[in-house]
């Protein structure tokens, strides 16, 4: 049997996602199978190619729902999980039906702070799968899916083998890094993982452009009532540490930055994890960001836009930003 596992690229938790997938579906589904990994992007238009679903079984991990006859599993933990009202209908009449094993295979529970560890729970309860050899990683892919780190600098500064590790995962440009690495992460610690040889090179580079990023955004970015703002659309960092804002300008509650790569113009929408502002005072990212067609979780979100759309993109960065900081949760730093 071939399983095409289909995950959300560049992104720890999608790979630690699609790795603990593919452990539970080989112990508990079928030991013979084999594996192949392709990663998911955000972007503007359609997201899935149904030809793409060409396995056995083909399973979306840490990404929004298709409605495809092809897909046999999914896992997600996004509030955005479905691209439209009518996919989101395709879903539940999939759940009400009695006569298939709809409900046995697709898994949606936006109350997880990482897709990792709904895989690990649901596949311990349903499928009988022994998560205790992969609680560290389910551990980590929800400190840091979850914005969990006990502060910006322990999260900015990088000392702990995930949060390395996450740098290099963010940052690959190789189409065959990531699925490379995903088989490692779940029969191996972060640490070896780390001083594998073709890990091992990426990272002085790595922290080198780290730090240019720290540089660049304390130089475009400013606080004004609680929210922060950058634009660093015209230089090639899409890929920057997303707590970089918050370890520059602490007091702020939201951030919300600019970039542009070759296939996207992209909003990131962000909350500062260690604010003061109390949880209910707090806007939901999320909705803001399904007005322009991104997505995300209540308290961090992205909006794609096509490149040569950076216009749009900039507009309604300037938007959400004035939106937040009329939202005001408290009076900033």
Request: glycine residues 6%; charged residues 20%.
């Amino acid at each position: 049997m071939l399983v095409r596992v289909f995950y959300h690229g560049n992104c720890f938790d999608g790979a630690c996602s699609a790795s603990l997938f593919t452990r539970f579906h080989r112990e508990c589904i079928d030991a013979r199978a084999t594996y192949e990994y392709h990663g998911l992007v955000h972007r503007a238009g359609s997201l899935f190619e149904d030809g793409s679903f060409s396995g056995d079984e083909n399973a979306i991990v840490d990404f929004k729902y298709s409605p495809s006859p092809r897909v046999t599993w999914w896992f997600d933990h996004h509030l955005s999980a479905f691209l439209s009202p009518a996919d989101h209908a395709a879903y539940e009449r999939g759940l009400a039906d009695p006569e298939s094993n709809y409900r046995d295979r697709r898994f949606y529970d936006p109350q997880y702070t990482s897709c990792t560890s709904l895989i690990a729970d649901t596949a311990a309860a349903r499928f009988g799968f022994h998560r205790a050899p992969v609680n560290a990683l389910v551990h980590w892919a929800d400190i840091v899916d979850g914005a969990l780190y006990e502060s910006a600098t322990a999260a900015v500064e990088m000392r702990e083998p995930a949060m390395r590790l996450t740098l290099v995962i963010e940052s690959a440009d190789d189409p065959g890094f990531v699925p490379r690495l995903i088989p490692l992460l779940t029969s191996m610690t972060l640490e070896a993982i780390l001083e594998q040889p073709f890990v091992a090179a990426l990272l002085p580079p790595l922290l080198e452009r780290h730090r240019a990023a720290i540089a660049l955004i304390r130089e475009r970015s400013s606080e004004r009532r609680g929210t922060i703002f950058f634009d660093i659309a015209d230089r090639e960092v899409e890929g920057y540490n997303k707590f970089i804002p918050y370890y520059l300008h602490p007091g702020a509650t939201y951030s919300v930055g600019l970039s542009r790569s070759s296939f996207r113009a992209k909003v990131a929408v962000g909350t500062n994890p260690w604010t003061r502002a109390q949880p209910e005072q707090l806007v939901n990212l999320a909705a803001i960001c399904e007005r322009y067609g991104g997505g995300g979780h209540a308290r961090v979100g992205a909006i794609s836009f096509p490149p040569e759309q950076y216009r749009q993109a900039e507009e309604a960065a300037q938007v959400i930003a004035e939106e937040l900081r009329a939202a005001e949760p408290h009076s900033g730093g």
